[in-house]
């Protein structure tokens, strides 16, 4: 009998000692990568709450709005203009959502807060806030970026405007467009393909 225990003893050993070498022969899954581009994760940004016509108590407020969202289906829009052409797309965005209540939806408009030492986040905040007002959103929230000289990490100097579908913050669909006034059935075709690629999962 002690022989055979000390024979189990020693088997179970081995099996331990092989499967720690097994796991630590394993690759550890790859991180993804923080942004707004393809496979990437997005981070956590704070982001102005101007009017979210669902989380009402948001509004005026500091937040994460991929973070409020980090365990849906969400279409983010980043914008370095408040024009005419933005509110547009905005508000087909948002008809569009009125057929998918399972899709978050926001943007994130890049301005600069302060224009030399003045700081101009009043009267940026106000205006974004009369124009969101008008378009009456009921699925869109309207957020600005909270970076003083509207830099972002979100998305390269060079982009105007940046369309990102996620889930879970993994980032499945990332197109940008290089003027802001692009045609909007083109950037309506993305939101469509987008809208089949939602309901797939």
Not at 38 to 48: G, R, V
Not at 72 to 80: C, F
Not at 171 to 186: A, H
Request: hydrophobic fraction near 35%.
């Amino acid at each position: 009998m002690p022989a055979s225990r000390h024979l189990m003893r020693i088997l179970f050993l081995a099996c331990c000692l092989l499967l720690a070498t097994g796991l630590q022969a394993q690759p550890q899954a790859a991180k993804s990568a923080q942004g707004t581009k393809l496979s990437n994760f997005i981070p956590t940004t704070t982001t102005w709450v101007v009017l979210s016509p669902t989380l009402p108590k948001y509004n005026g407020r500091n937040t994460c709005l991929a973070g409020i969202y980090r365990k849906e289906k969400t279409i983010s829009i980043y914008a370095r203009s408040d024009n005419q052409h933005i509110w547009d797309l905005l508000q087909q965005l948002d008809q569009q959502l009125e057929k998918h209540p399972g899709i978050k939806a926001y943007i994130v408009i890049h301005k600069p807060l302060f224009n030399g030492q003045r700081n101009q986040s009043d009267q940026v905040f106000t205006t974004i806030e009369r124009l969101a007002r008008a378009r009456k959103l009921k699925h869109v929230d309207v957020s600005l970026s909270r970076s003083h000289d509207g830099r972002s990490k979100l998305f390269d100097d060079q982009t105007q405007l940046r369309f990102v579908y996620s889930e879970q913050r993994i980032v499945k669909i990332s197109q940008d467009f290089d003027k802001v006034d692009q045609p909007l059935e083109e950037v309506m075709s993305l939101l469509e393909k987008t809208l089949k690629l939602a309901a797939t999962n």
